[in-house]
């Protein structure tokens, strides 16, 4: 999709459908194996799970589930994760608003996409109403 | 040279062509031509023949291959149906609630927070804050690998609800990983009393339990002083 960084030289390592709340538990496991695997220390494992783990949740809860892809690739000299998760769903309204602390338009508390913004070194939205939402979250090393 | 044809008999042949081709359609596969002269005619009886035989090969390649399939398709259903089993059973299992101390009840959590779980988890934990009286209860998650806001959501509910019920709850097993993820979600977990392992936990509790003892024991005299008086 236009607007998001990407990279023809990325290397894909798995794709995956999210359809039920196992999913994102199988889904969480693997990026931080391949997080451990790109030798990421302990903390930045966790950061990135659990910002995955937000993105598949909203994505589920909210976009009816959708589909993730996890690469990897050099991003600014970096050797990176790249995650981006897509969904079909109703897409979100006021972009501002969804990614400032403590909103949410369902029963979360409202840190989901703020939250998970801050816990990776670059993260891209892009939404449209009716056609659904594209996050790519990306940590380096 | 040329052959003499009877044509009777060829008409006749032809017409046991027609019947086994019929009889093939019609499903029964052992119907066969099975001629007996050399000729022209012998040719092509035997050519349907074989064909026939290959379709037979094929069908029951088939039929082979369909009941294997069937069979794989009722395994799998039946291991789905043992999964969803173990799943419910883990559901029961993994939320053990116990008392340790006089007073303090623990309950260790381990693996992934979902509603249906915390649903559990809180119920079996509120029941037996009621049942044991107990005012304090340490709920440990060292065994938890992610806390996104979703499982800390969970936890303040559980929290919330136990302080409805007079108990304190307090959480232990916070890793460094988890605690600066914590923050950097911006989830504020100030209201809740935390400990980075379950030995700090129990040492708060006990250390509670000592101070409630001592208000409790300065109450009695003070209360029997009163009464001298």
């Given at each position: 999709m236009l607007g998001l960084t990407s990279d023809i030289n990325w290397e894909t390592l798995s794709k995956h459908l999210i359809d039920s709340e196992n999913n994102i538990v199988e889904v969480r496991q693997l990026v931080r194996y391949h997080a451990k695997q790109l030798s990421m220390g302990i903390i930045d494992q966790t950061r990135i799970t659990t910002a995955v783990?937000?993105?598949?949740?909203?994505?589920?809860?909210?976009?009816?589930?959708?589909?993730?892809?996890?690469?990897?690739?050099?991003?600014?000299?970096?050797?990176?994760?790249?995650?981006?998760?897509?969904?079909?769903?109703?897409?979100?309204?006021?972009?501002?608003?969804?990614?400032?602390d403590g909103y949410t338009s369902g029963n979360g508390m409202g840190y989901g996409l703020p939250g998970a913004k801050r816990l990776v070194d670059r993260f891209e939205i892009k939404s449209e109403l009716n056609m659904g939402t594209i996050v790519r979250v990306m940590k380096w090393k | 040279m040329s052959k003499e044809y009877n044509i009777d008999k060829i008409a006749e042949r032809i017409n046991r062509i027609e019947?086994?081709?019929?009889?093939?359609?019609?499903?029964?596969?052992?119907?066969?031509?099975?001629?007996?002269?050399?000729?022209?005619?012998?040719?092509?009886?035997?050519?349907?023949?074989?064909?026939?035989?290959?379709?037979?090969?094929?069908?029951?390649?088939?039929?082979?291959?369909?009941?294997?399939?069937?069979?794989?398709?009722?395994?799998?259903?039946?291991?789905?149906?043992?999964?969803?089993?173990?799943?419910?059973?883990?559901?029961?299992?993994s939320s053990p609630v116990s008392k340790v101390w006089d007073n303090v009840l623990i309950l260790p959590v381990i693996g992934t927070l979902d509603s249906q779980r915390t649903q559990v988890m809180m119920e079996n934990l509120l029941e037996k804050i009621v049942e044991t009286g107990c005012t304090i209860s340490i709920l440990d998650i060292t065994g938890v690998p992610t806390v996104d806001t979703q499982v800390a959501n969970h936890l303040l509910k559980t929290v919330t609800s136990a302080r409805l019920l007079g108990a304190e709850c307090?959480?232990?097993?916070?890793?460094?990983?988890i605690a600066q993820t914590i923050v950097h979600l911006g989830i504020d977990l100030s209201t809740i009393k935390t400990?980075?392992?379950?030995?700090?936990?129990?040492?708060?509790a006990m250390k509670q339990n000592k101070r409630s003892e001592n208000v409790k024991l300065q109450s009695l005299f003070t209360s029997s002083d009163e009464k001298e008086e």
């Open positions: 783990s937000e993105l598949l949740r909203n994505m589920y809860n909210y976009g009816g589930g959708g589909e993730v892809l996890i690469e990897k690739g050099i991003v600014d000299d970096k050797i990176s994760l790249i995650i981006t998760c897509t969904d079909h769903g109703s897409g979100i309204e006021d972009l501002e608003l969804a990614m400032s | 019947d086994v081709l019929a009889s093939v359609a019609a499903g029964d596969l052992d119907a066969r031509i099975n001629a007996e002269a050399e000729d022209d005619l012998s040719g092509i009886e035997a050519a349907i023949d074989l064909l026939i035989d290959d379709l037979t090969d094929e069908l029951k390649q088939r039929e082979k291959m369909q009941k294997e399939v069937e069979d794989k398709l009722s395994k799998i259903q039946e291991q789905q149906k043992t999964i969803l089993q173990q799943q419910a059973d883990l559901l029961e299992l307090i959480i232990s097993g916070i890793s460094p990983a400990k980075a392992t379950l030995q700090d936990a129990m040492i708060f």
